[in-house]
């Protein structure tokens, strides 16, 4: 049994992800194993299935080499530099119980509060704003002329939201394919209705995010990069709560690119991953693409690739309002836990014991022997920084570390107990209560994604990335709406759940501000076509021309004494309508609606 089942939480809160070469318990439970230094970071060389760009080591940008040394030799230094912690044994001391407990730091911060509550349509156009359509826009026209020069797409802001809006009515649908949408057998008005099925293919085919004649310099994410550098800004500046969390997410990709990982703990195993900070809820603050080994960001330590990421996505955390953060081993380490506390960030993660330099702790065979529940805790100062491990057993050990929480308070917990076929009381420190009941913001974020993910297939990767930014932008924005009605106290039965606020922005996309009287083929020369043969077969009074007929400009319905025919060419009806711009009668009822095809 895992950490996370034995407080009744999510079953992933010890999962470990570890390389698929390395066992699950090699770090969690095995304690013959005593090394010193902490293992190497998985990075991307440990979940990849293809392989990545990532043959330089070297820090070369963030050492400079000292005068009359080789640059070999400065890098050489800095790394001596990094690593002297993990060679020297750091002091840990047992933790008596009596009066252990530390206080969690309270929460200096607050959220804003709001006067009125947005139409979902507006939470939406607040990421995917009317500069990021016109970019979309641009790049695609672009991309057109470039693929074809003797052929334009003629794609305009309305149209994209349009093709947007369809996208998200099939995610609520979600039909096997998407032609089946436009099909007899399975239409689905809602996207039929909006644009032609070649449009939307054409318009699925050359959407782009960036100018292919543009150079990359090696970055393997420039396809979107305009995409990444408008929404991070957005997801950075809004109002945070105080328990945030870091976890990585898989979007589900098995198509072929240098960018796919596999992750085999994960429930889509082949994608691209995303490294994630948000809170408990799922609302997403700001994320980084895993695209191959991750530097140091500007100004920061190098604490291995995997705390790197940490400390980059904690840039916009506030570290004077007591904000604490929580991660799984996959990040942890002592680097990390130090140099999150110089910059006012108290932390809370899962731990690999062998990454605790110099601390040890009793076997599991010894903790088992003294029951569920038992546990150890021990402190050490590292670098003026106190920091707390404790070891919990439960079926197996699990060791968890942090510098504001402790073991004490302990709670006790109900748990099954397979042997006696009943709930037993466990005891439970309140450290293992603290991780459980806060680190699953990133699995929160991914159960509300994969409720009415967007399926397009695609084997592009710029595609599914978009895709998923959409599902991301349209989730964040729920969340901000539910943050909203909460502040003002809306009931819980008057707020619009995920469902129903996603068609509310599927339908305003496709319709708000739309002109949807286009349908398939010219039917203005039509009229002209038809009027032509009733001219053949004998006398007709002239109608307008169609530049008259189209330009929509006081084309008003009145209704005339005597009933006279209907002058559209296809219809032999009687009509009292007539319009008083064209000056000719036409049908204008519940079955024949003459007046809006004569003036289309």
């Known amino acids: 049994m895992n950490a996370s089942m034995v407080c009744g939480k999510r079953p992933r809160v010890i999962q470990t992800r570890v390389p698929p070469e390395e066992s699950e318990d090699s770090c ?18 440990s979940s990849s299935s293809e392989s990545t760009d990532n043959s330089s080591d070297e820090d070369s940008g963030n050492h400079d080499a000292l005068p009359g040394t ?5 890098r050489g230094k800095s790394a001596a530099a990094t690593t002297s912690r993990k060679k020297q044994k750091v002091a840990w001391k047992t933790v008596k119980q009596e009066n252990s407990a530390k206080d969690v730091p309270v929460w200096q911060g607050a959220l804003p509060d709001f006067d009125a509550i947005s139409l979902p349509i507006d939470y939406f156009r607040d990421f995917v704003d009317a500069d990021l359509l016109d970019s979309i826009v641009e ?7 470039q693929q074809n020069p003797t052929h334009a797409l003629k794609l305009d802001p309305n149209e994209l939201e349009q093709f947007i809006g369809t996208v998200v009515y099939m995610s609520v649908f979600h039909l096997p394919r998407s032609r089946m949408y436009w099909s007899s057998e399975c239409r689905v008005s809602q996207v039929a209705d909006i644009m032609s099925r070649s449009r939307w293919e054409e318009i699925k085919h050359f959407i782009h995010f960036c100018d292919n004649m543009a150079p990359n310099n090696g970055d393997k994410l420039f396809k979107v990069r305009s995409l990444i550098d408008s929404l991070l800004p957005k997801f950075q500046a809004l109002p945070q709560d105080q328990m945030l969390s870091i976890d990585e997410q898989m979007v589900p990709f098995k198509g072929r690119s240098s960018l796919k990982q596999y992750i085999p703990k994960k429930p889509y195993k082949w994608g691209y991953k995303i490294f994630v900070l948000c809170d408990t ?19 920061q330590p190098d604490i291995g690739e995997s705390g790197n990421v940490v400390l980059k996505l904690a840039r916009v955390i506030h570290g004077t309002v007591n904000h604490l953060l929580y991660f799984d081993e996959w990040f942890s380490s002592l680097d990390l836990f130090v140099a999150l506390a110089n910059k006012g960030i108290p932390a809370l993660g899962t731990v690999r014991e062998n990454c605790l330099q110099g601390c040890t702790f009793s076997t599991d065979t010894e903790m088992k022997k003294k029951g569920r529940g038992t546990f150890e805790e021990q402190e050490a100062v590292v670098d003026g920084v106190e920091v707390r491990a404790v070891k919990w057993f439960d079926n197996r050990g699990v060791v968890v570390a942090s510098t504001f929480a402790s073991a004490q308070p302990v709670s006790s917990v109900e748990k099954w107990d397979r042997r006696l076929k009943q709930n037993v009381s466990v005891e439970c420190p309140s450290i293992i209560s603290l991780y459980n009941k806060f680190v699953g913001g990133v699995d929160a974020l991914d159960a509300l994604i994969a409720q009415y993910r967007i399926h397009i297939r695609s084997k592009k990767y710029y595609h599914r990335l978009f895709f998923h930014f959409v599902d991301m932008v349209i989730v964040n924005s729920w969340l901000l709406y539910r943050r909203d009605c909460e502040s003002l106290c809306v009931p819980r039965k008057l707020q619009k759940d995920l469902l129903a606020f996603r068609i509310s922005i599927a339908r305003a996309l496709c319709m708000q501000g739309k002109d949807l009287s286009r349908k398939r083929g010219p039917p203005s020369l ?8 009733k001219k053949h077969r004998g006398p007709a009074k002239a109608i307008p021309t169609q530049e008259v007929r189209s330009d929509a400009v006081g084309h008003w319905p009145v209704v005339e004494r005597e009933r006279q025919r209907c002058k559209h060419p296809k219809c032999k009806g009687q009509t009292v309508f007539k319009c008083s711009k064209c000056n000719v009668h036409l049908c204008l009822n519940k079955n024949h609606n003459c007046f809006r095809e004569f003036h289309e």
């Open 28 to 45: 969690l439970s095995d304690s013959g194993d005593s090394e010193d230094d902490c293992p190497p970071k998985p990075g991307n060389e």
């Open 70 to 74: 080789s640059a070999a030799a400065a």
């Open 139 to 145: 790049h695609s026209n672009l991309y057109c002329a």
């Open 281 to 299: 809820k799922g609302l997403v603050h700001s994320f980084d693409i895993f695209s191959g080994k991750t530097d140091p960001a500007p100004g």
């Open 526 to 533: 039509d009229v002209e076509r038809e009027f032509e043969k």
